[in-house]
Nanobody, 122 residues
Framework: QVQLIEAGGGVVQAGGSLRLSCVAS????????MAWYRQAAGNQRELVAV???????EYANSVKGRFTISRDNAKYTVYLQMSVLKPDDSAVYSC????????????????WGQGTQVTVSS
């Protein structure tokens, strides 16, 4: 099996910063895309940022210029550096990894972390 464990959430004042991390472990040969999603109370889950294995990134318009996604392939870890945080950024943040379980696997499998709460106070 594969587990994803997030860390780094908490309470921060508006304008502050937080860094989230997510470590994948278990039956992993390699990982393709890794991503961060968030879901605020009463809202649908939304994609925040995604990073390919080679480092290409994409961001939601609402976080461009404020958030940075990065990864360490050797450690199966993805990070989300969040700066200039706003109350609207408050949500449960979850990571997702597209896992290849063995060499030459024809497909990858999506796994999710349990989520970490980020609360931005005004």
């Amino acid at each position: 099996q594969v587990q994803l464990i997030e860390a780094g959430g908490g309470v921060v004042q508006a304008g502050g910063s937080l860094r989230l991390s997510c470590v994948a472990s278990g039956s992993i040969f390699d990982i393709n895309d890794m991503a961060w999603y968030r879901q605020a109370a009463g809202n649908q889950r939304e994609l925040v940022a995604v990073i390919t294995r080679s480092g290409t990134t994409e961001y939601a318009n609402s976080v461009k210029g404020r958030f940075t996604i990065s990864r360490d392939n050797a450690k199966y870890t993805v990070y989300l550096q969040m700066s200039v945080l706003k109350p609207d950024d408050s949500a449960v943040y979850s990571c997702q990894a597209a896992v290849l379980k063995y060499r030459d696997s024809p497909q990858d499998y999506a796994y999710w972390g349990q989520g970490t709460q980020v609360t931005v106070s005004s």
